[in-house]
């Protein structure tokens, strides 16, 4: 098994395999370095494919201390994944709080970044406008609840149920083999592990309204995409879109969260083209004429 170490000395699972320019696969909570199995074994054809597990998924390590886990610990794990692979810039692709993550790394790191995919970003973003007056906007209780039922209850009953969410159950009828290796390999995540990055990392991370100018900031080639029935995520993928000037939207029908192991074909053909579109230097910015003048 590899290792590698952080800069705050945590290790961490990781797996590459292929040559050529890197691409880094970043998991959602749900998820593990196992998630993008169906993206390594095409992409790596033709890539140096990098996973990896972050802090707190087994086999990598299990901080015990809540502090060890943030949404700035998430995206410079990315970058100690980079320097110990000796990778100056690769493309980066993330989904959920890998999306995030991802993001974030685009904003506080765009010389080691490529190219940015981020999939399924925005759970718990909402609106500066709303956050005043709308107290069900308020995410961060669902991720105290959440934490609090895996210390309880166990990963188990928790995960199974995690499984099933609304934005969940869409992959379970299109794919139930595939769900239930999803569903499988959830319930075995540590607690401790799963609770703390619920606490640390998405009960605390800043609401992407509020970092606008950072994000409009990014100028690498972006690709967001969302499932069309991922409604938590729907309008943050908008927001993405005319905020980031170098960025293109796909919305994926009948999709919930999970979409790159819903539409492997669809996700792979599309993260190919997009590749194709940079090297051929045709991925720019929006043109200004496509720009709506706001009043």
Same mark, same amino acid.
């Given at each position: 098994m590899?290792f590698?170490?952080?800069d705050?000395?945590?290790?961490?699972?990781?797996?590459?395999?292929?040559?050529?320019?890197?691409?880094i696969?970043?998991?959602e909570f749900?998820?593990?370095?196992?998630s993008?199995?169906?993206?390594?074994?095409?992409?790596?054809r033709?890539?140096?494919?990098?996973t990896?597990?972050?802090?707190?998924?087994?086999p990598?390590?299990?901080?015990?201390?809540?502090?060890?886990?943030?949404q700035?610990?998430?995206w410079?794990?990315?970058?100690?994944v980079?320097?110990?692979?000796?990778?100056?810039?690769?493309?980066?692709v993330?989904l959920?709080m890998?999306g995030?993550?991802t993001?974030?790394?685009?904003?506080n790191?765009?010389?080691?970044?490529?190219?940015l995919?981020?999939?399924g970003?925005?759970?718990?973003?909402?609106?500066?406008?709303?956050?005043s007056?709308?107290?069900?906007?308020?995410?961060?209780?669902v991720?105290?609840?959440?934490?609090?039922?895996?210390?309880n209850?166990?990963?188990a009953?928790?995960?199974?149920?995690?499984a #099933?969410?609304?934005?969940r159950?869409q992959?379970?009828?299109k794919?139930p083999?595939?769900?239930?290796?999803?569903?499988?390999?959830?319930?075995?995540?540590d607690?401790?592990?799963?609770a703390n990055?619920l606490?640390?990392?998405?009960?605390?991370?800043?609401?992407?309204?509020?970092?606008e100018?950072? =994000?409009?900031?990014?100028?690498?080639?972006?690709f967001?995409?969302?499932?069309?029935e991922?409604?938590?995520? #729907?309008?943050v993928?908008?927001?993405?879109?005319r905020?980031?000037?170098?960025?293109?939207?796909?919305?994926?029908?009948?999709t919930?969260h999970?979409?790159?192991?819903?539409e492997?074909? #669809?996700?792979?053909?599309?993260l190919?083209?997009?590749?194709s579109?940079?090297?051929?230097?045709?991925?720019?910015k929006?043109?200004?004429r496509?720009e =709506?003048?706001?009043?």
């Open positions: 590899s590698i170490k952080t705050d000395k945590v290790k961490l699972y990781y797996e590459t395999v292929g040559k050529g320019e890197p691409i696969f970043v998991h749900a998820g593990d370095y196992r993008w199995e169906p993206q390594v074994n095409y992409f790596s033709y890539n140096k494919c990098v990896y597990c972050a802090r707190g998924y087994h990598s390590e299990i901080p015990q201390n809540e502090a060890q886990y943030s700035e610990r998430a410079r794990d990315i970058i100690s980079m320097d110990n692979l000796n990778i100056k810039k690769a493309n980066i993330g959920s890998g995030f993550a993001l974030h790394l685009g904003m790191a765009p010389d080691r970044v490529s190219s995919v981020i999939a970003c925005g759970y718990g973003a909402i609106p500066i406008e709303k956050t007056f709308n107290k069900e906007a308020d995410f961060s209780n991720s105290l609840d959440t934490a609090q039922n895996i210390l209850k166990g990963m009953k928790v995960g199974s149920e995690y #099933l969410g609304p934005s159950v992959f379970q009828n794919d083999k595939g769900w239930q290796l999803f569903n499988d390999q959830l319930i075995k995540h607690a401790i592990g799963s990055t606490l640390g990392v998405q009960n605390k991370r800043p609401n992407l309204y509020a970092l100018k950072e =994000i409009s900031d990014i100028e690498v080639p972006t967001i995409i969302n499932g069309d991922d409604d938590m995520c #729907l309008e993928g908008l927001f993405l879109k905020t980031i000037k170098t960025s293109g939207l796909l919305i994926v029908p009948k919930g999970t979409i790159n192991l819903e492997p074909a #669809l996700f792979n053909s599309q190919l083209k997009f590749y579109s940079i090297k051929a230097s045709t991925w720019g929006r043109d200004k496509a =709506i003048i706001k009043f």
